[in-house]
């Protein structure tokens, strides 16, 4: 049986313009929905899945995440300071790969969260895993069970999980903020400005991305306008879930 992954990298370096004008006194990950922020959603999931520790990378307003994540016990914080330079998402995974590690880990995005139905997603999602197999595990939601998502799909889903992009194709499914990597991925990786999406073009082309569908509700929050929906789904998701 394959291990379940200890560690995790939470992407929480970006710049959250989109966020304005709340985002020019804070960070987006700090801002709240229901009481929490959106770092706390993401840091929450990982202690329940009994993540032992979490690595936050930082850029924009660096010193109020450090200081907000200091309180925490669980999962233990490790930070990646990119003040001095943002290194986009796949970039910012290569400059913590010493804390990471050499097993399989998870990747959150800080500005996504989802309501659990059922048995958590992020223990489903380490079941799921198989390192024979996979270079890459995506967690996916439906465009039903997300809010705040504006765009198309990302990914058709084969029978035994493959991922294919979708191409827009209203079958397919929503990359959900939440993976598991191995870290043989990045072995050749520089640690310069890059994106983690070209990474799913070659686990693609090598037929090792796989991908599995969540369970309860995933919402995304991109702009002002878009908290109060979101806190509105969060409430309708924890009645359901009762």
């Not at 995974?93 to 880990?105: C, H, N, R």
């Amino acid at each position: 049986m394959t291990a379940r992954p200890d560690t995790a990298i939470v992407l929480a370096a970006g710049l959250g313009k989109r966020m304005r004008p709340i985002t020019d006194t804070i960070p987006k990950p700090l801002v709240k929905i229901a009481g929490k922020t959106l770092l706390d959603w993401g840091l929450d999931s990982l202690a329940a899945a009994g993540v032992g520790k979490a690595v936050v990378n930082v850029h924009y307003l660096p010193e109020q995440i450090v200081a907000h994540v200091a309180a925490r016990r669980a999962p233990r914080i490790v930070i990646s300071d990119e003040s001095e330079r943002l290194l986009d998402s796949a970039g910012g995974i290569v400059k913590a790969l010493p804390e990471l590690g050499e097993q399989p880990f998870f990747i959150l995005n800080a500005d996504t969260f989802w309501i659990d139905q059922g048995p958590l997603n992020l223990g489903r999602l380490a079941l799921a895993w198989d390192a024979a197999k996979m270079d890459i595990l995506l967690m996916l939601a439906d465009l039903h069970q997300a809010t705040g998502h504006c765009g198309s799909t990302d990914f058709l889903v084969a029978p035994d999980g493959g991922l294919r992009r979708s191409k827009g194709d209203p079958a397919g499914l929503i990359y959900a903020g939440a993976a598991i990597v191995h870290p043989r991925l990045f072995e050749q990786a520089p640690a310069e400005p890059h994106s983690l999406n070209a990474y799913f073009d070659t686990a693609i082309a090598a037929g090792r991305l796989f991908g599995m569908p969540m369970h309860g509700h995933w919402i995304t929050v991109g702009t002002p306008d878009a908290i109060a929906l979101a806190e509105a789904a969060v409430a309708d998701a924890l009645a359901e879930s009762r």
